[in-house]
């Protein structure tokens, strides 16, 4: 089992848990992509799958500054919140609920991956780690936008679902 001393240990053991998560991520959001009713938010999943492949590089550099493997976690709760959309994905959902379900389970993913962040950029400061933390601030942006984008997504699709209707009414 490995051990945690410090908090180095666990900067690097929270490091590699996000490395697992961005990388399991980069093969579930092309089915997110795939499944997408609205162009728009077709688009910003493959928006967020060029920059997700960008945290992958990121947290590489990350560790290997820290003359870390980035290897040796596997990410659990990611591997969960993407089983539970793609059981949402195999159910027989109504197209216009569907793209809302995608939003759903991508703004959990997306507030895991804020809340990893959030606290590998806390423990970077504590431990001076500034080059470290410039990166993983960078990719924190990057989750907060697409979490936002998303917000604004669903929105729209509220409007559009209820401007349909009261034209069937
Ligand atoms: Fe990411
Ligand atoms: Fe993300």
Same mark, same amino acid.
């Given at each position: ?26 093969? @579930? ?94 423990? @970077? ?8 933390? @410039? ?35």
């Amino acid at each position: 089992m490995e051990s945690l001393e410090n908090l180095n240990d666990l900067f690097i053991h929270e490091l590699r848990d996000l490395y697992d998560a961005e990388k399991q991520l980069v093969t @579930g959001l092309p089915l997110f992509a795939q499944a997408a009713k609205s162009d728009q938010l077709r688009r910003g999943f493959e928006q967020h799958l060029g920059e997700t492949k960008e945290h992958v590089s990121r947290l590489e550099k990350v560790l290997r500054g820290l003359s870390a493997s980035p290897e040796g976690k596997s990410c659990k709760a990611m591997a969960g919140l993407i089983a539970e959309a793609k059981e949402t994905l195999d159910e027989d959902v109504d197209p216009e609920v569907l793209d809302a379900a995608l939003i759903v389970a991508a703004q959990k993913i997306e507030h895991y991956e804020i809340a990893g962040y959030g606290s590998v950029c806390t423990f @970077g400061r504590v431990l001076h780690y500034d080059d470290a933390v @410039g990166l993983l601030k960078k990719t924190m942006s990057e989750e907060e936008n697409t979490d936002r984008k998303l917000s604004q997504a669903s929105e729209r699709l509220n409007e559009k679902a209820q401007a349909a209707d009261q034209a069937a009414i």
